[in-house]
């Protein structure tokens, strides 16, 4: 069981373990990422907060292999990103923010070869499409072209395939734009059912509102460095409304690069 600044977190299983990540673009004078560490158990639902530019995304690409990073070390499940990719990409689903998709395939087209990357039977697949599309609800347009669809429905589409195979680690970018309001409300209870269900979920915002409905922890980024990591329930306790102290902390971050 470990203990922390914010408390005693459970001792349930690692699902992601980061060491000291750093990664720097080779045009940026400092890092994107500097000095991060985090680590996400089975059953959390865990939101990176942070403006346009802190390091959110960068932090998950690099999470998912898709970025090479300069050091530290990330395990998924015990398996190394860097050592074990394979191993470790078969335990996530990712969503990034710009649903980059093949659009001359179909909806189904493109779930139907998800199901095939991760080894997901015909059978399987085709009834957690069913459960799938009942929360995301495009039914007969699964068979229209992806290119016909709109940002919204491109979203869906994504996250259907990106679940397929049942991950044990759901990983989201901006997750709850383009959804509408209807969309969102259903994917936040399926969110809270999925990490209730013994999964993780880690998702990047810059909306407060977001987080603080949907996360079990907020994690708040800027320029790179994890400033605040706490538990939901024990910070609306103390202090209260979380949006006003993302805010204030912005406004303290703006006045000490203003006396520099």
């Known amino acids: 069981m470990e203990a922390t600044a914010q408390g005693i977190i459970s001792e349930k299983t690692p699902t992601i373990e980061i060491s000291n990540l750093v990664k720097q673009y080779p045009q940026t004078a400092a890092p994107s990422v500097n000095d991060f560490s985090l680590t996400c158990r089975e059953g959390e639902i865990v939101g990176l907060l942070g403006h346009n530019g802190a390091g959110k995304s ?9 970025l090479p990073f300069n050091s530290g070390s990330i395990k998924i499940c015990g398996y190394d990103i860097k050592s074990a990719p394979v191993k470790a990409k078969l335990c996530f689903g990712y ?13 189904l087209q493109y779930i139907n070869f998800m199901a095939d990357a991760y080894g997901v039977n015909k059978s399987d697949c085709l009834q957690r499409l069913e459960e799938l599309d009942g929360l995301f609800s495009l039914g007969e347009r699964l068979n229209e072209p992806i290119s016909n669809y709109s940002h919204g429905m491109r979203q869906k589409v994504c996250m259907m395939g990106s679940l397929i ?17 209807h969309t969102s409300s259903k994917v936040s209870g399926f969110m809270r059912d999925y990490a209730d269900g013994g999964n993780t979920i880690i998702f ?12 079990d922890r907020a994690v708040i980024i800027n320029k790179g460095v994890k400033t605040d990591d706490f538990r939901l329930a024990d910070f609306h306790a103390e202090k209260g409304d979380l949006e006003d102290y ?15």
Not at 99 to 107: L, Q, R
Not at 204 to 215: A, D, L, P, R, T
Request: proline share 5%; aromatic share 4%; hydrophobic share 40%.
């Open 204 to 215: 990047s915002s810059h909306n407060v509102g977001s987080v603080q409905k949907i996360c």
């Open 246 to 260: 993302f805010l204030s902390r912005a406004a303290e971050d703006a006045a000490e690069v203003s006396a520099e």
């Open 95 to 107: 969503v990034s923010d710009k649903h980059d998709v093949f659009v001359k395939m179909t909806g």
């Open 165 to 181: 195979h049942r991950p044990k680690l759901w990983i989201l970018d901006e997750p709850m734009i383009g959804l509408d309001p």
């Open 58 to 66: 960068t932090t998950l690409k690099c999470v998912t292999g898709i």
